[in-house]
């Protein structure tokens, strides 16, 4: 950017640079490396998202949460050469939910399950949705045959309980939620979701942000 001064003999060109921040953001992949559908490697999947432009790429287990930096711009130009990049991995059109890391810590300080903190057994999951539901459920939201419920949405994240079905097995969410917003997601237990954000909250050295 520049301007020039008035009010002088002279024209004077003064040149501002903008100072670019990275912005971190977090990737999770649906359906990645469970049977039926694509085994990516995360040292690959790491290297993708570094060919699309990432900066301090981290991935976190198997299940494809990636944690990244990127300069000030347009995301979603950058989301898109994620895809094409992740695209030769999955042998498909990938599908990835992002979002910023201030989302998610923004999540996770609501303590959205805090309630629960007496119920034991319970398996707490957050569905990630890719855009806005097509269908606005009416929460709680019961699906009592996978002994799944379905308590709130934060933005464009659904809260999840599923509890022991009576052969002690616990149902998954996805499909469920999907179903019911009419968008596709994908799901994450809380632990992972703290610990992605753990990670988040790291600066390349090593210092928490």
């Given at each position: 950017?520049?301007?020039?001064?008035?009010?002088?003999?002279?024209?004077?060109?003064?040149?501002?640079?903008?100072?670019?921040?990275?912005?971190?953001?977090?990737?999770?992949?649906?359906?990645?490396?469970?049977?039926?559908?694509?085994?990516?490697?995360?040292?690959?999947?790491?290297?993708?998202?570094?060919?699309?432009?990432?900066?301090?790429?981290?991935?976190?287990?198997?299940?494809?949460?990636?944690?990244?930096?990127?300069?000030?711009?347009?995301?979603?130009?950058?989301?898109?050469?994620?895809?094409?990049?992740?695209?030769?991995?999955?042998?498909?059109?990938?599908?990835?939910?992002?979002?910023?890391?201030?989302?998610?810590?923004?999540?996770?300080?609501?303590?959205?399950?805090?309630?629960l903190?007496?119920?034991?057994?319970?398996?707490?999951?957050?569905?990630?949705?890719?855009?806005?539901?097509?269908?606005?459920?009416?929460?709680p939201?019961?699906?009592?045959?996978?002994?799944?419920?379905?308590i709130?949405?934060?933005?464009?994240?659904?809260?999840?309980?599923?509890?022991?079905?009576?052969?002690?097995?616990?149902?998954?969410?996805?499909?469920?939620i999907?179903?019911?917003?009419?968008?596709?997601?994908?799901?994450?237990?809380?632990?992972?979701?703290?610990?992605?954000?753990?990670?988040?909250?790291?600066?390349?050295s090593?210092?928490?942000?």
């Open positions: 950017m520049s301007f020039t001064l008035l009010g002088s003999p002279f024209s004077v060109r003064v040149q501002v640079h903008r100072t670019l921040h990275p912005v971190r953001y977090v990737a999770f992949l649906r359906a990645i490396n469970v049977a039926g559908h694509a085994i990516i490697k995360m040292t690959d999947l790491r290297d993708a998202f570094e060919a699309a432009g990432c900066r301090n790429t981290t991935t976190y287990i198997q299940s494809g949460n990636v944690i990244f930096d990127m300069a000030d711009g347009n995301p979603e130009a950058l989301f898109q050469k994620i895809r094409t990049k992740v695209r030769g991995l999955a042998g498909g059109e990938p599908d990835i939910v992002f979002r910023t890391a201030r989302a998610l810590e923004l999540l996770v300080r609501a303590a959205p399950f805090k309630a903190e007496g119920e034991r057994g319970l398996k707490l999951y957050v569905t990630f949705l890719a855009e806005k539901p097509r269908a606005q459920p009416a929460f939201l019961l699906l009592p045959k996978d002994a799944l419920e379905a709130g949405m934060r933005g464009l994240d659904v809260l999840l309980v599923s509890r022991p079905k009576p052969n002690g097995f616990y149902g998954f969410p996805n499909n469920f999907e179903k019911a917003c009419g968008v596709s997601g994908t799901s994450r237990n809380w632990t992972t979701v703290t610990k992605v954000l753990a990670l988040a909250r790291q600066d390349p090593g210092a928490t942000r």
